[in-house]
T-cell receptor, first 118, second 110 residues
């Protein structure tokens, strides 16, 4: 059973506020990911990390930033939120490759944070 | 690059109907294929997977077969239930990242 947590689950804030979305996993996974899910359901990778001190930009450009100081923790920060940031944000982590085999990159997802910026 | 084309929804079926959600892909090499499900208000859960050609993934009555000749991974279930109402995502990986389809919203009516 995957254990990956996101807080808060719902957040409504005003324009210009700084926010941090938390993501933690207790499985010891090295790889972690942030996705933005638009109202049309499509998922866009915005950040990922291979491990501690590793952060990479995803396929969709985002004004958010991430950090990875500890293996289990991968927070996402918006310095100045805007209405265009309103979306669902999903965090995920993936299992390490099996010894001598391929990485299937099966990802485990948190419950998501639904962000509304007024 | 990799891409996934998924049957557009929404799909509405009566309980106990047969379900097919089509998924085709474009990829280099030999990707692994997945179906994820997202229930209302939740994150994605892995439903099933297949890692090589002709593999059949199955879970909770759902099945999908990895067809390399047709580059497809269609999701099927013989008799759907109201509790199957959710959004279904087809996905593939051949490298470090997952490529998702756009999702298909399924609604089952009693």
């Amino acid at each position: 059973e995957a254990d990956i947590y996101q807080t808060p689950r719902y957040l409504v804030i005003g324009t210009g506020k700084k926010i941090t979305l938390e993501c933690s996993q207790t499985m010891g996974h090295d790889k972690m990911y942030w996705y933005q899910q638009d109202p049309g359901m499509e998922l866009h990778l915005i950040h990922y990390s291979y491990g501690v001190n590793s952060t990479e930009k995803g396929d969709l450009s985002s004004e958010s930033t991430v950090s990875r100081i500890r293996t289990e923790h991968f927070p996402l920060t918006l310095e100045s939120a805007r209405p265009s940031h309103t979306s669902q944000y999903l965090c995920a982590s993936s299992i390490p490759p099996k010894a001598g085999g391929l990485s299937y990159n099966e990802q485990f997802f948190g419950p998501g944070t639904r962000l509304t910026v007024l | 690059g990799n891409s996934v084309t998924q049957m557009e929804g929404p799909v509405t079926l009566s309980e106990e109907a047969f379900l097919t959600i089509n998924c085709t892909y474009t990829a280099t090499g030999y990707p692994s294929l997945f179906w994820y499900v997202q229930y209302p208000g939740e994150g994605l859960q892995l439903l099933l997977k297949a890692t090589k050609a002709d593999d059949k993934g199955s879970n909770k009555g759902f099945e999908a077969t990895y067809r390399k000749e047709t580059t497809s991974f269609h999701l099927e279930k013989g008799s759907v239930q109201v509790s199957d109402s959710a959004v279904y995502f087809c996905a593939l990986t051949g490298n470090e990242k997952l490529t998702f389809g756009t999702g298909t919203r399924l609604t089952i009516i009693p």
